[in-house]
């Protein structure tokens, strides 16, 4: 219950706020509202990053080798070569942070503040002292300020008291004080600000209260692992090769120099960047698509949602909230209120007395809205709000009580249970109105009983509950679907991926929506109240078959949350208020409303609908799945042609052939220096394919590294392997020389690696359908791709530098041939799958 006296006007009508140049004033001698943390720049941030890699140091070594051999043609490349690496890093690194940084300013805090007597939406860091600021439930306070008018107004400051209960603040209690950081649970409120940045109380305890470490998302730490273990590999094959050089050649310097050589090779660095660069432009693509991603790196969850948890009004609907029937109990009689022949009855007055002096909500609007229009004289004005008992209850009602010099009226309106509950009527009455209330209900309506207490009462109770109400009837509002939503949800159905509707409406109107935009079983509703009742085996077996939820309160919803989860499914759930945070929380993919989302659910949520549109979703869905499976690809590139560099260095070294190193650093990191662009900017590139939208969502608890999953790539890289140095060690036994050796196994290998970037963006789909996929950038990477070679054979220094020899025509097309075979045979292994299976299965690329 809140006591306080509020005049029925708008504030904005009462505060002018600050004009621009108080604004600047104000800016000026007291700073901005927000802390003095200096943020590092980005840039040395990520030269800090790039400097630690091990692939950095690697080359710095390889570079310092070469130098004390005396090469130093060869160690000025190298170090040229690290600048190049590092340079591809940095650019990389930068630009996904920058998109990053891009997403986080968009979706960051923001206030509604009055300046020159218009109420505008600023970034919270704007605010400066004096503002007038508007708040209401979701919202978290911007500033430490002092309330000027409060409505059912109570806060969370948990943050700074850890007590998680309401506190009740007006500016006529004995606390008038709000607190930047804690969090408006009900009601709204103007207040004016009193203090900024690190003056707040919260300024004051310290920033780290509200620090929040990133966890790490499970596709994150399989990369991690996977890296350290190969670091491993790295470090033991180094040590192996160093040992086996030296016994061989006796050289010390030239043995650490191969050990570095195949430590370069096993090293998979593109992996980590290519993920980074994947997540961010990811959520850049996102962002074009009206989806904002507050944590790009989830983004990859979501082409694995199995079940989407919406709710019903503004997501589903329109949120119009059109006035469409009263049913009057006093004449048992339906009105249909844009028929001409209505007029005011008690019903429409007791609904506005009931609505909120200051609406926000569509419904109490419309209801403000039709009053104005129908009344001949409009009493709100000589009316002053004595008390206000708020929104509460598992049905939830809310009362108001006015009075002027001589009238007292207290109004109800609310659920249809939750009222006829306080009602004096028999049991036979209340069945009937339940069936009036089942009837429009069934309309699609959205329904409210409205209800008084009778004149003469003087003392006011604590609580409503201890009130009796006397029933005037009901009042619907319909709020159409979507025109869309049939189209959007079959192309959910189609993805495999079930829709669940969770609403607080009546049973009968969840149903009729269900029915009207085609959901799956929409016959079939359980109850927040019958939902309760159920342990948690019975509701895990309910939510596999019912997908729609009616009369849902926060700790319902949480639980259906849950129970999904427990069956294996991935979450994602859509929310805009404080009610929804507990299972926007909860589940693996929180969705808030851009437009009329609290900022509570925003700052939880994974995704953000900018523009509230729900069909974005199914774009959004598609795009996670490209993420993955494009990142998917990259990979197994990575992998398939980092196997036979491994093997090309070691392999000759330990089966001792007549020429052991063919590999030096500088040709390693010339690979790289190819490998790198192909990974993260091609397959990041590659567009959704035909069957994305068409199979079920990957199971996500299979290893993205396992051997089920890498092992065709694995393969290739040992075909690859095999191509290459079969055609070495036959030129080999031909007499040739070791450059001419060198030079045959480089480009074969060089050549399989054009055939490879071609062949890998699709494991399903031959090279002759992908080759039609559009994606501008393939041309100029491949083109680059053979200019390195190219100088390096025909430009004498660079050829020098490189040790090779310039082969004959006839000699380079074996080259192209054995990289074509190695290659090329996976299109006998895609035909074959495409024969063997009739549907696509989960996570199939």
Excluded at 65 to 87: C, D, H, N, R
């Amino acid at each position: 219950m809140n006591d306080k006296t509020v005049k029925m006007q708008s504030p904005a009508s009462q505060q002018t706020g600050l004009t621009n140049a108080e604004v600047l004033s104000s800016r000026e001698k007291h700073g901005s509202n927000q802390s003095d943390v200096k943020e590092k720049s980005r840039f040395f941030t990520v030269l800090k990053d790039v400097i630690l890699e091990p692939m950095f140091i690697i080359l710095l070594l390889s570079s310092l080798l070469y130098f004390i051999l005396g090469k130093y043609q060869e160690g000025i490349i190298m170090l040229v070569a690290i600048i190049i690496v590092s340079g591809i890093s940095i650019f990389q690194e930068s630009k996904s942070r920058s998109a990053v940084e891009a997403l986080k300013n968009l979706t960051g805090p923001r206030a509604k503040v009055i300046r020159n007597s218009d109420l505008v939406q600023i970034q919270i860091s704007e605010i400066v002292l004096g503002d007038i600021i508007v708040v209401e439930d979701g919202d978290t306070i911007p500033a430490d300020a002092v309330l000027l008018k409060a409505n059912d107004f109570s806060v969370n400051e948990s943050m700074l008291t850890g007590e998680s209960l309401p506190l009740y603040k007006g500016p006529d209690k004995d606390d008038a004080l709000v607190y930047k950081g804690t969090m408006v649970l009900s009601g709204s409120a103007t207040a004016e600000v009193t203090a900024i940045g690190k003056l707040t109380k919260l300024g004051t305890i310290g920033d780290s209260l509200i620090e929040i470490e990133e966890v790490k998302t499970p596709l994150q730490i399989q990369i991690k692992k996977f890296i350290v273990s190969m670091l491993m590999f790295g470090l033991i094959a180094f040590v192996v090769v160093c040992v086996l050089n030296y016994v061989e050649t006796g050289n010390f310097i030239q043995s650490l120099l191969s050990g570095l050589t195949l430590a370069m090779s096993v090293i998979p660095e593109e992996i980590p960047v290519a993920y980074s660069t994947f997540m961010a432009l990811g959520a850049y693509h996102l962002y074009k698509k009206m989806v904002i991603a507050r944590n790009p790196h989830r983004l990859e969850s979501l082409g694995a949602a199995s079940v989407i948890c919406t709710d019903k009004t503004g997501t589903i609907t329109e949120n119009k909230m059109v006035p469409a029937e009263i049913y009057e109990l006093k004449s048992d009689s339906f009105f249909q209120l844009e028929a001409k022949e209505f007029h005011l009855n008690e019903v429409l007055e007791y609904a506005m007395w009931s609505s909120e002096t200051e609406p926000f909500d569509p419904m109490e609007k419309a209801i403000h809205e039709l009053y104005s229009r129908e009344s001949s004289v409009d009493k709100r004005k000589d009316f002053t709000m004595l008390k206000e008992y708020p929104l509460e209850g598992e049905y939830p009602i809310m009362t108001h009580v006015f009075s002027n010099q001589t009238e007292k009226i207290i109004a109800v309106k609310g659920s249809v249970e939750g009222v006829l509950a306080q009602c004096d009527l028999s049991k036979e009455e209340k069945d009937k109105v339940l069936s009036k209330a089942n009837l429009l209900a069934s309309k699609g309506h959205r329904v409210l009983a409205v209800g008084m207490v009778e004149p003469g009462l003087v003392d006011l109770p604590e609580s409503q509950s201890k009130f009796s109400y006397h029933l005037l009837g009901l009042i619907s509002f319909y709020d159409p679907p979507k025109a869309n939503m049939v189209d959007v949800l079959a192309q959910f159905y189609k993805a495999g991926i079930r829709v669940l509707m969770i609403t607080g409406d009546h049973p009968e109107t969840a149903k009729s929506i269900a029915s009207q935009i085609e959901m799956q079983n929409a016959d079939e509703v359980l109850i927040g109240v019958d939902l309760m009742k159920l342990s948690d085996e019975e509701l895990r077996e309910k939510v596999k078959s019912i997908n729609v939820y009616a009369r849902m309160f926060p700790e319902a919803k949480l639980k259906i949350v849950e129970a999904l989860i427990a069956n294996g499914e991935i979450v994602a759930m859509t929310g805009d208020g404080v009610n929804d945070a507990p299972a926007l929380k909860a589940a693996h993919i929180g969705i808030a409303m851009g437009k009329r989302g609290s900022e509570v659910a925003r700052n939880i949520a994974t995704l953000v609908l900018a523009d509230d549109d729900f069909s974005h979703m199914t774009e959004a869905i598609s795009l996670g799945r490209r993420i993955y499976d494009n990142l998917k690809k990259a990979i197994r590139y990575i992998i398939s042609i980092h196997i036979p560099i491994i093997l090309i260095v070691t392999l000759p070294l330990v089966l001792f052939w007549k020429y052991t190193n063919l590999f030096l650093p500088i040709h390693v990191i010339f690979l790289e220096l190819i490998m790198g662009p192909t990974c993260s900017i091609i397959y990041e590139n590659e567009p959704v394919e035909p069957y994305t939208m068409s199979r079920p969502p990957r199971i996500t608890k299979e290893s993205f590294f396992s051997l089920r999953e890498l092992s065709i790539s694995i393969v290739q890289g040992l075909v690859i392997t095999l191509a290459c140095l079969s055609l070495g060690y036959y030129y080999i036994q031909q007499d040739y020389s070791e450059g001419m050796v060198r030079t045959i196994v480089y480009m074969t290998l060089i050549f399989s690696n054009l055939f490879l970037t071609l062949e890998n963006r699709s494991f399903r789909y031959s090279i002759f359908t992908t080759i039609k996929y559009k994606n501008r950038l393939i041309p100029m990477i491949l083109a680059l791709s053979l200019i390195i070679p190219v100088l390096s054979l025909f430009v004498t220094p660079i050829r020098e530098i490189f040790e090779f020899e310039i082969p004959s025509l006839l000699v380079m097309s074996h080259c192209f041939a054995a990289a074509f075979i190695g290659v090329m045979w996976i299109e006998i292994y895609k035909y074959i799958r495409r024969l063997g299976t009739t549907s696509i299965h989960r996570g199939e690329i």
